[in-house]
């Protein structure tokens, strides 16, 4: 009771977030979530569950984001001091989203005495639990980081479900068979059952798809963040980029892909950086590269986008990244507060308006995703029609070999398995790879390594049911199990 049952869910949850990506010790997720529920059935009332769920969820995700706090560490480093703080603030704000979870479904089983049962208890909880996890990836922008689907990441044949109900609704059935343990050991070899059940389904639907499309070249140049953006080291850069766009077979290539931001300045349009970079465009295809942008003069606005560039250095096509990092890329009414943001930031990027899916000649059309913009569920497509790949690119130099560019990688690869679209994936200093349609990565570069990956683009597959329908494949499963709450039978 009291602060030895916040302690004790504090500890439950920080064990849980080891079992996320790149470690995936699974046990402690069964241990961390059977805590959960424990802890939430002993509660005496609604608020003490909440309070409960809250230190569990501040230790998971103090686990599961203190990878932030390398970036408060790249030089200059000027708010270094703020990093564990900020961080730790930010691990008590996610808490909030399992306490919520906790606290509703404590308040629905004593409200109505019919869900007091042993199984019904844990299905209302872990339905809360997937409704709170879905308000995590929309509230205040969201941060849809480390769904509990995740701890799965290590089978790949385990993920495909997301294909049919999304990450939150497999991360739904992971509550379920996490929490099986609470409920004896029959819902223990029940669990096991669905699992392996599930991997097998998994493996039956992965078919082999052919490597078909255009040979497409990703670059990672591991340029350390410190130097990205130093003037004197700039003109140096951007020559090892095109030194590495240009290694043998570039004559035979659709597209050069570089990472997020990767010219070392900002880009306008007839500048002198777009003849340098034109030198790494292929005979008859394009460069596609992450770049600061200005459309006109710095002054009136940088954007971090996509830029197709031809052979001419003429910017072809742009994508402006839509979901930017609060804080991170932009100051929330930078425009409006100019003095107060120019005191507590370095400067803003612009929204962009919308996704776009871009159609240049002798590629497929392709939907852009820049960075953390792949951690959002049914958000990394443009309108209108299919695109027939996904394009990410990003820049993890800021935090190191942490855990964080793994499991970015992980929110990426589950994207892909969602939509059934395979992605080309480049980042500055890793993990660069390519990604088939059923989120496997069929080939990589890895962290800190400087090199190019050649691969021709995975085919994509049918549409999926959750590429089609998006979250309400999600609603549509919790209301299929939310309908075995009347029945009085296990």
Not at 372 to 382: C, D, K
């Amino acid at each position: 009771m009291g602060w030895r049952a916040l302690g004790a869910g504090a500890l439950a949850g920080a064990l849980a977030g080891l079992a996320m990506p790149p470690l995936y010790w699974l046990p402690l997720a069964v241990v961390g979530v059977v805590a959960f529920v424990w802890l939430w059935q002993t509660a005496p009332g609604p608020r003490s569950a909440l309070m409960r769920g809250w230190a569990w969820g501040t230790g998971h995700f103090a686990v599961g984001s203190y990878w932030i706090v390398e970036a408060f560490f790249v030089p200059p480093a000027d708010y270094a001091p703020l990093g564990i703080p900020i961080v730790t603030g930010l691990a008590v704000v996610l808490g909030f989203f399992p306490g919520l979870a906790a606290g509703v479904a404590k308040w629905l089983v004593g409200r109505w005495p019919r869900l007091d049962g042993r199984y019904r208890r844990v299905l209302v909880l872990a339905l809360a639990w997937t409704a709170a996890e879905w308000m995590r990836g929309h509230v205040f922008t969201g941060f849809p980081w480390n769904p509990l689907a995740h701890v799965w990441a290590f089978a790949t044949p385990l993920l495909q479900g997301a294909a049919l109900v999304g990450v939150h609704g497999l991360g739904l059935l992971s509550f379920l068979i996490l929490a099986a343990p609470m409920l004896g050991w029959r819902a223990s070899i029940a669990a096991l059952v669905a699992l392996g059940l599930g991997g097998v389904a998994g493996q039956l639907v992965m078919v082999p798809l052919p490597a078909d499309g255009p040979m497409l070249r990703i670059v990672q140049p591991n340029t350390p963040q410190a130097e990205k953006f130093r003037p004197q080291l700039a003109g140096q850069h951007l020559a090892k980029l095109v030194e590495l766009s240009r290694q043998p077979g570039f004559d035979t290539l659709a597209a050069v892909i570089w990472p997020e931001t990767a010219p070392p300045l900002v880009i306008e349009p007839g500048g002198r950086a777009l003849a340098i970079m034109a030198r790494a465009v292929p005979p008859d295809g394009f460069l596609l590269t992450g770049a600061a942008f200005s459309k006109n003069r710095p002054e009136d606005g940088v954007w971090n986008s996509l830029l197709a560039v031809d052979r001419a250095g003429a910017i072809v096509a742009t994508y402006d990244k839509v979901h930017l990092v609060p804080l991170g890329e932009y100051i929330p009414f930078h425009r409006q507060l100019a003095p107060v943001s120019g005191l507590i930031g370095r400067g803003s990027f612009e929204e962009g308006v919308s996704r776009v899916t871009l159609a240049l000649e002798g590629l497929p059309p392709f939907s852009p995703v820049i960075c953390y913009e792949v951690i959002f569920p049914g958000a990394v497509t443009g309108p209108g029609a299919r695109p027939r790949w996904l394009l990410n690119i990003t820049n993890d130099a800021w935090f190191g070999v942490s855990s964080g560019p793994f499991q970015h990688l992980t929110s990426a690869r589950l994207r892909s398995i969602e939509e059934g679209l395979p992605m080309m994936r480049a980042a500055n200093t890793g993990i660069s790879a390519v990604i088939d349609a059923y989120g496997q990565v069929v080939a990589s570069i890895g962290m800190e390594q400087v090199g190019v990956l050649d691969h021709r683009l995975p085919k994509a597959r049918d549409i999926t049911p959750y590429g089609r329908w998006g979250d309400l494949t999600t609603l549509a499963f919790g209301l299929l199990l939310a309908c075995l709450l009347p029945f009085r039978r296990k």
